[in-house]
Structure formats: structure tokens, C-alpha cells
């Protein structure tokens, strides 16, 4: 397959045009698309300064988040058109919570989906623990309630605080995505919302498996890297 043709499938599912202003999406590094033959893709959320994806024997690398350096191997962005579409990163996030799709959070952008199911949120959270490769959570707020409605993001969600506002506003009993704040926190406990940080990166695994699965079934080999995360946590 030419990799203009895997571009052109992938952009079928999540159209470009659904992308965030000034998010680099879409094709980076040497060669012709156009002359381009693939036959084994590499799936990962990030490119790593100490990684050379070069050495996997793949023939392009398709990215969730932008690269942070202009790589010097073929690279595809599928980045928030992949979080906002239909059937995209955030419906696959709920999808494995077992999540029932009610709207979307933040209706400007298509970002973020409200949800309902009926639970404990301590349920709720061994179910996170299963679903998602995750060792840890934040939480805040009071948890002894029964929840009905769950706002979900994949990723970045708990740095917005007009997300938080949103997932309050529509009736979440909890919000759960990652990159929760200072400040996010505070909000949170002054609304009264319940909020989970499951971290970014486990938040978004769902979204990548599944667009592996689609670039699979086109026939070409798929190999999803599952990166750590670039920090260490140290005792002191």
C-alpha cells in the first residue's frame, strides 16, 4: 500500500478538518507519500528523544501527539481529529470503561464525551484498574455517592478548567481523564465534583489500540509501541 493511500483511509475516519487550530497534524519527515510503499506500520503516542523508531524495520510511524523535533523518518499525526470524531479516542476510552455515550462535553469542538452508567466510585475505579494500564489515580472530592453520569476526555482533560466547568455544568457525577492541576483541584472541590486522574497516557492507550486495529484490517502490519512515560518518580 502507498502510504498516500493509508493517509487518505485514515483521514476518511478522522477527517482533518475536524483537528484543533494550529495542531500539526497530518504528514512530517522525508519522502513522497505519493511513491511511499508501506507494509508495517508503527503506532505510539509520542516520538522520544532517546528512540530511533528508524530501527524498528517499520516503514512510517503514525503518532497521536505531535512530534516536539522535526523527525528524520516518515511520521503521521492523527492527533485531537482522532480525539473528536466519532468513534474516534474518547468514544474508545469510554467504550473500555464500559460507559454508556451520551453527548459530547464540549460541544465548540466535538471534544470529550458525557456518559452514563450506575455505580460505586469504588466500582468504578477497580474497573479503571482493569480497562487501563494505569498503577495509579488522583482523585478529589467526596466518594461515597453514587455516580450516574461520567464526563470522560482522553489525555489532557483535567488541565482545562472550562472542562471542568462543562463537565459540572452538564450533571457529571465524575470526571475522569489526566494532567490534573493545582488549580483544576481546587475547582473541582469548590463545585463539588469528583474528579479522577488516570493519567494521560493511560487515558489514551484505548484511542491508539484502536486505531491499530483499523490500520490492520487494511492489510498492513501493525506494531504498537506502548512508550513509558519521560519522567522517573524517585523516593526522597
Known amino acids: 500500500m502507498l502510504a498516500s493511500e493509508l493517509f487518505n483511509a485514515i483521514n476518511k ?16 519527515g522525508p519522502g513522497n507519500p505519493e511513491e511511499m510503499e508501506i507494509d508495517k506500520v508503527q503506532v505510539r503516542m509520542d516520538i522520544l528523544p532517546w528512540e530511533d523508531p528508524s530501527n524498528s524495520n517499520s516503514d512510517l510511524v503514525v503518532c497521536h501527539h505531535p512530534p516536539l523535533f522535526e523527525p528524520d523518518f516518515p511520521v503521521y499525526v492523527v492527533h485531537s481529529n482522532w480525539d473528536i470524531v ?34 460505586t466510585i469504588e466500582k468504578f475505579i477497580k474497573n479503571i484498574s482493569r480497562a487501563i494500564p494505569t498503577d495509579h489515580i488522583k482523585i478529589v472530592g467526596n466518594q461515597q455517592k453514587i455516580i450516574k453520569k461520567i464526563a470522560v476526555v482522553s489525555g489532557f482533560g483535567l488541565n482545562n478548567l472550562e472542562y471542568i466547568n462543562l463537565a459540572y455544568k452538564k450533571g457529571a457525577d465524575v470526571y475522569i ?9 481546587i475547582l473541582a ?3 463539588g465534583l469528583r474528579v479522577i486522574d488516570a493519567t494521560h497516557h493511560a487515558t489514551e492507550i484505548p484511542g491508539l489500540i484502536k486505531l491499530c486495529d483499523f490500520i490492520s484490517k487494511l492489510g498492513v502490519k501493525v506494531e504498537f509501541v506502548d512508550e513509558e512515560v519521560p519522567w522517573k518518580t524517585i523516593k526522597i
Open 13 to 28: 475516519i478522522a477527517p482533518p478538518y475536524l483537528a484543533l487550530k494550529n495542531d500539526k497534524i497530518g504528514y512530517l
Open 86 to 119: 466519532n468513534g474516534g479516542a474518547n468514544d474508545a476510552l469510554a467504550e473500555c470503561l464500559n460507559l454508556w455515550v451520551l453527548d459530547v462535553l464540549d460541544e465548540k469542538t466535538g471534544i470529550g464525551r458525557i456518559c452514563s452508567t450506575v455505580t
Open 177 to 185: 481523564s489526566g494532567d490534573l492541576t493545582h488549580q483544576s483541584a
Open 189 to 191: 472541590e469548590k463545585l
